[in-house]
């Protein structure tokens, strides 16, 4: 059973910091491309950053470039969001995934999805 555990979130003030985790179990994680998305009240899930299963390569959306940052621990099988000098429109639940195919951003067809963390940042 494939399960992805997001770790992390809660509530910080403007220009605060998080580093959410995600924990991967029952899928060969080094063969996936990880994602982070969110989604805000109201709204649609979006994509926010992804890095190759390889760790190489990540795409930013362009809303997180430069405050934001992914990384990968295959040994550990999990993924990490570093998220600096967060603003109030970066309040949202954040969701991880794992996917082979679609890169950079599968939309909703990611493979795997967490059940997500509330991120809130307080104006």
């Known amino acids: 059973q494939v399960q992805l555990v997001e770790s992390g979130g809660g509530l910080v003030q403007t220009g605060g910091s998080l580093r959410l985790s995600c924990a991967a179990s029952?899928?060969?994680?080094?063969?996936?491309?990880m994602g982070w998305f969110r989604q805000a009240p109201g709204k649609e899930r979006k994509f926010v950053v992804a890095?190759?299963?390889?760790?190489?390569?990540?795409h930013y959306a362009d809303s997180v470039k430069g405050r934001f940052t992914i990384s990968r621990d295959n040994a550990m099988s999990t993924v990490y969001l570093q998220m600096n000098s967060l603003k109030p429109e970066d309040t949202a639940v954040y969701y991880c995934?794992?996917?082979?195919?679609?890169?950079?951003?599968?939309?909703?067809?990611?493979?795997?999805w967490g059940q997500g963390t509330q991120v809130t940042v307080s104006s």
């Open positions: 029952g899928l060969r994680f080094s063969s996936y491309h």
């Open positions: 890095v190759t299963w390889t760790g190489r390569d990540t």
């Open positions: 995934a794992a996917y082979r195919s679609s890169w950079p951003d599968p939309g909703d067809r990611a493979d795997y």
